[in-house]
């Protein structure tokens, strides 16, 4: 199948990821620019792609039964079993619910266009993989294509909190409630094959009320955002699309197994547009949760396959989407508009990012205009991730750049394999500072554009880095303007082995630029171009060791970022000298950002050819 790469939503994601490494040790903190000492392979490793998984079609022979609620004209006396005789309330629709069961497949329909107030709780029932519980909207139109949930103050509008759930359909806002779709474990294992799709969510533990938000990098003064949402409202798990695995320690560990969140548009709420996480997450890196660690494979209970994609979150208050605790998943073709546009100080927000992670993949994400007190970037790989692939994505006017990636320490209580807790002569429980896994993060193919303090920052120990045909553009409105930023984050080791080759960094105006290097081991940068820099980059690059670099004109049709992901296409270079004579690297795409094959070409930046190719 082939998918064109010129709209939004592309579908086809890179499965391959690197090789642990060990972390730096706290006697290897004196930067180095020495070069890598392996040789760059003729032949490099082409990286194939597979299609993000999607979750299974239901058999048009399942026997499902319906029911039909109408906010407006229904009435619980009637039996539900069809539009004319439609039930009314989502108290009697929750009670409906807790009594399907697997033998009876069944389908929960909503009029559009009708409104209902209060909470739905979908949970206690009883449904199959291949017949999931479907909770939908009917008699949908183009003026009406949502069912209406207005929720009450300091609560969810839906709960949902069982297995094998296709929810979608509705339109859900409540100013002064916590959350729009709220989804936990009820009980220890995995809760399995939660579909969250196609729904509008607004105005969620935000009212705005006369208050106008801004529509650039300006912020709202300290009594509007705290009108609009107080800070002892101002929570992770409070916004858009909430998951969260917080079984208590007598029931037992829970997690989350095939999830997909696809297809909402989430605006206005406050902290987090989506949210995925556990109270059993204590691991290097996590230093809470009821789990007793003692390794990734005992003591660690991480969601697996979870896919968030398609979705458009703008004027989040805090973060747009925040994936922690996974093994195994996307984060795909989302966008986000304005994060953290409530601007609080003393709190850290970014776009979208992940946080103590393996084996994830971004890609065809746009993240712009972030919003900073704190961080303030489009994209963050955060504490504990590793084997991330971050492809093919657009980070455009963010206030605190482009790309964060930092890792740290943590206070960790120590385990035994059997999960008891270690004491020591005093009886007292054993802590361990513990650095969190950060490794293997490949970095390739995407756009970063008028990112302001630095569009890609290191912070802390992190380790293998590989930064290659990025496409990277400053304004040059910004005097010493950091490109590239790396700094301690409590740790006193620094980061190791990072790569750099093969990148176009260009400048709309000439002024003088940082390259912020200090707090790393060893990292190589080796045949990048570097366009429209002042006269100093030459002493700059020697300075940090750059073997070999071009200045040459990329030649782009355009120098501005425009929003929306087809901006990207303002940054293919005319200049034939961009699609020859880059490095051969170890690993390379073997698509570029442009759809096209580009196995045998030696390239420079996001794209290696001028015309618009197909994924396939």
Same mark, same amino acid.
């Given at each position: 199948?082939?998918?064109? #790469?010129?709209?939004?939503?592309?579908?086809?994601? %890179?499965?391959?990821?690197?090789?642990?490494?060990?972390?730096?040790?706290?006697?290897?903190?004196?930067?180095?620019?020495? @070069?890598? @000492?392996?040789?760059?392979?003729?032949?490099?490793?082409?990286?194939?792609?597979?299609?993000?998984?999607?979750?299974?079609?239901?058999?048009?022979?399942?026997?499902?039964?319906?029911?039909?609620?109408?906010?407006?004209?229904?009435?619980? @006396?009637?039996?539900? #079993?069809?539009?004319?005789?439609?039930?009314?309330?989502?108290?009697?629709?929750?009670?409906?619910?807790?009594?399907?069961?697997?033998?009876?497949?069944?389908?929960?329909?909503?009029?559009?266009?009708?409104?209902?107030?209060?909470?739905?709780?979908? =949970?206690?029932?009883?449904?199959?993989?291949?017949?999931?519980?479907?909770?939908?909207? +009917?008699?949908?139109?183009?003026?009406?294509?949502?069912?209406?949930?207005?929720?009450?103050?300091?609560?969810?509008?839906?709960?949902?909190?069982?297995?094998?759930?296709?929810?979608?359909?509705?339109? #859900?806002?409540?100013? /002064?409630?916590?959350?729009?779709?709220?989804?936990?474990?009820?009980?220890?294992?995995? /809760?399995?094959?939660?579909?969250?799709?196609?729904?509008? #969510?607004?105005? %969620?533990?935000?009212?705005?009320?006369?208050?106008?938000?801004?529509?650039?990098?300006?912020?709202?003064?300290?009594?509007?955002?705290?009108?609009?949402?107080?800070?002892?409202?101002?929570?992770?798990?409070?916004?858009?699309?909430?998951?969260?695995?917080?079984?208590?320690?007598?029931?037992?560990?829970?997690?989350?197994?095939?999830?997909?969140?696809?297809?909402?548009?989430?605006?206005?709420?406050?902290?987090? $547009?989506?949210?995925?996480?556990?109270?059993?997450?204590?691991?290097?890196?996590?230093?809470?949760?009821?789990?007793?660690?003692?390794?990734?494979?005992?003591?660690?209970?991480?969601?697996?396959?979870?896919?968030?994609?398609?979705?458009?979150?703008? +004027?989040?208050?805090?973060?747009?989407?925040?994936?922690?605790?996974?093994?195994?998943? *996307?984060?795909?073709?989302?966008?986000?508009?304005?994060?953290?546009?409530?601007?609080?100080?003393?709190?850290?927000?970014?776009?979208?990012?992940?946080?103590?992670?393996?084996?994830?993949?971004?890609?065809?994400? =746009?993240?712009?205009?972030?919003?900073?007190?704190?961080?303030?970037?489009?994209?963050?790989?955060?504490?504990?991730?590793?084997?991330?692939?971050?492809? *093919?994505?657009?980070?455009?006017?963010?206030?605190?750049?482009?790309?964060?990636?930092?890792?740290?320490?943590?206070?960790?209580?120590?385990?035994?394999?059997?999960?008891?807790?270690?004491?020591?002569?005093? $009886?007292?429980?054993?802590?361990?500072?513990?650095?969190?896994?950060?490794?293997?993060?490949?970095?390739?193919?995407?756009?970063?554009?008028?990112?302001?303090?630095?569009?890609?920052? %290191?912070?802390?120990?992190?380790?293998?880095?590989?930064?290659?045909?990025?496409?990277?553009? /400053?304004?040059?409105?910004?005097?010493?303007?950091?490109?590239?930023?790396?700094?301690?984050?409590?740790?006193?080791?620094?980061?190791?082995?990072?790569?750099?080759?093969?990148?176009?960094?260009?400048?709309?105006?000439?002024?003088?630029?940082?390259?912020?290097?200090?707090?790393?081991?060893?990292?190589?940068?080796?045949?990048?171009?570097?366009?429209?820099?002042?006269?100093?980059?030459?002493?700059?690059?020697?300075?940090?060791?750059?073997?070999?670099?071009?200045?040459?004109?990329?030649?782009?049709?355009?120098?501005?970022?425009?929003?929306?992901?087809?901006?990207?296409?303002?940054?293919?270079?005319? !200049?034939?000298?961009?699609?020859?004579?880059? !490095?051969?690297?170890?690993? /390379?795409?073997? *698509?570029?950002?442009?759809?096209?094959?580009?196995?045998?070409?030696?390239?420079?930046?996001?794209?290696?050819?001028?015309?618009?190719?197909?994924?396939?």
């Amino acid at each position: 199948m082939n998918k064109r #790469l010129s709209f939004l939503w592309p579908l086809f994601l %890179l499965a391959s990821c690197g090789t642990p490494s060990e972390p730096a040790s706290s006697d290897s903190a004196e930067p180095s620019t020495e @070069s890598l @000492s392996n040789p760059l392979p003729a032949d490099p490793e082409i990286l194939e792609y597979t299609p993000s998984p999607d979750y299974p079609e239901i058999a048009d022979s399942v026997p499902y039964v319906t029911y039909y609620f109408d906010g407006d004209a229904g009435n619980d @006396s009637n039996d539900g #079993l069809s539009p004319e005789n439609a039930k009314r309330t989502l108290g009697a629709a929750s009670s409906l619910v807790k009594g399907v069961a697997e033998a009876t497949p069944t389908k929960v329909l909503f009029k559009a266009g009708s409104t209902f107030g209060g909470k739905l709780t979908l =949970e206690r029932f009883k449904a199959l993989p291949e017949s999931p519980l479907i909770v939908d909207s +009917y008699g949908k139109t183009d003026e009406n294509p949502y069912a209406k949930i207005v929720g009450n103050d300091n609560d969810s509008c839906v709960e949902v909190k069982a297995s094998n759930i296709r929810l979608s359909g509705f339109e #859900l806002t409540a100013p /002064m409630g916590w959350r729009g779709i709220h989804v936990t474990t009820a009980s220890k294992g995995a /809760m399995e094959n939660v579909v969250i799709r196609g729904n509008y #969510l607004h105005d %969620l533990n935000f009212n705005l009320g006369d208050h106008v938000l801004p529509t650039d990098l300006e912020e709202l003064d300290g009594q509007a955002v705290q009108s609009i949402c107080p800070d002892s409202r101002f929570s992770y798990n409070c916004g858009g699309i909430i998951f969260e695995a917080n079984t208590p320690i007598a029931k037992g560990p829970s997690w989350y197994e095939n999830v997909w969140i696809e297809n909402n548009v989430i605006e206005r709420v406050t902290r987090t $547009g989506i949210w995925v996480f556990s109270n059993w997450a204590q691991r290097p890196g996590i230093d809470w949760g009821n789990n007793p660690y003692y390794s990734d494979e005992i003591g660690w209970y991480p969601h697996k396959n979870v896919n968030i994609r398609r979705n458009d979150i703008l +004027y989040s208050g805090g973060d747009g989407i925040i994936l922690g605790v996974t093994v195994g998943g *996307y984060i795909e073709a989302n966008r986000s508009l304005h994060a953290h546009v409530l601007s609080r100080p003393n709190y850290y927000c970014a776009a979208i990012w992940c946080h103590s992670c393996k084996d994830l993949t971004f890609q065809f994400n =746009e993240a712009a205009y972030t919003h900073t007190a704190r961080d303030g970037q489009g994209f963050d790989i955060d504490i504990g991730n590793s084997n991330i692939l971050f492809q *093919y994505n657009y980070a455009h006017h963010n206030d605190g750049g482009g790309l964060l990636c930092c890792n740290t320490t943590t206070n960790l209580i120590q385990y035994t394999e059997d999960g008891e807790m270690i004491f020591d002569e005093d $009886g007292l429980p054993v802590v361990k500072k513990t650095m969190a896994p950060w490794h293997d993060v490949t970095i390739k193919n995407n756009v970063f554009a008028d990112n302001d303090n630095g569009n890609l920052i %290191l912070s802390g120990t992190v380790n293998d880095v590989d930064f290659s045909n990025n496409t990277v553009i /400053m304004g040059g409105d910004i005097v010493n303007q950091k490109v590239i930023d790396t700094k301690d984050f409590y740790t006193g080791i620094p980061g190791d082995r990072w790569e750099f080759r093969n990148n176009v960094f260009a400048m709309r105006k000439k002024t003088t630029v940082r390259f912020e290097m200090a707090f790393s081991k060893t990292f190589d940068f080796e045949n990048n171009v570097y366009f429209n820099f002042d006269d100093t980059i030459p002493g700059i690059l020697a300075g940090f060791g750059e073997t070999q670099y071009r200045d040459f004109d990329p030649e782009f049709p355009s120098m501005e970022a425009a929003t929306g992901f087809e901006g990207v296409y303002a940054f293919v270079p005319r !200049s034939p000298k961009i699609y020859e004579g880059g !490095s051969s690297l170890p690993r /390379m795409l073997r *698509y570029d950002l442009n759809g096209n094959d580009v196995t045998s070409v030696r390239y420079f930046g996001a794209f290696g050819s001028l015309e618009k190719g197909d994924f396939e």
